[in-house]
């Protein structure tokens, strides 16, 4: 603190001392003693200015800098901004959708709590930090420099929640003796589901019972699947089957086996029988307007 007093103090005299030179030139009507104001500087930028340095150029951004970041819902998530050459000036974090103001520097300028502002000192980096993001916090956020006039570098977030879902879904129509094949397919969750159970009506399927013919194959990874397969369908396995992930929510299907052309073992509500009937609504229609069009 007392080197910056000490540099303004000389600062002051040493532009007083080029004031009072050109006073005295300008009094005496001749040229100006140049000398006097050079070695003046010379000693100004020697003694104070030699330890700030500054390197030549403007600041840009990294090109390695994430332009599109993916996060989950209720993780943390990270917007990164890595600036070079940043010298005097003070990077900022500004949220497109409202062009609201978050960070400024290594301060958080925002009420909301869930936003920090991350920086480690002599780094290029300049961080921001969301705790427990929520599927409204996706949109671009802008990484800005203050220069003149400011330049800025886009990140777009997308918050995620896990999701699970059974392909075909919601409802299967499977003609006896043929196989069952259900497909749960689990994503976005923070790390592969330990294990992932089904359900027929309720019950959590035994692979043991003597009914036989049903196997399951599980695959773990980004995003993980689990396909249940039920050889030669009957008409008592028709009916509600859920995908149970142990840490995503779980899915449900409904199957229906048909035996030749009458739907058997119907789980639910009639309307789903309807669906079989479309062909015959249709022909009514167009025999109804055939008819009084004549």
Known sequence: MSRVIAAACFFIAHVLSCINVCYQDSSNSRPRD????SESSRRFRAEFLEDWPQTPGSPYFDPSTPDNVTGLVGYPVTLLCKVKNLQNRTVSWVRHRDIHLLTVGRYTYTSDQRFEAQHKPRSEEWALRI???QRRDSGQYECQISTTPPIGHAVYLNIV???TEILGGPDLFIYAGSTINLT???RHTPEP???INWTHRGKTINFDSTRGGISLVTEKGIHSSSRLLIQAARTSDAGSYQCVPDNALSAT???HVLTGETPAAMQGNAQQLR???IPILIATIVIYRYTFSE
């Open 193 to 195: 589901p330990n294990t």
């Open 131 to 133: 705790r427990s993001p």
């Open 161 to 163: 929640e896990p999701e």
């Open 184 to 186: 749960c397919i689990v």
């Open 34 to 37: 140049q000398n006097s104001v």
């Open 253 to 255: 299907a409904r199957v």
């Open 275 to 277: 669906v079989l009937d």
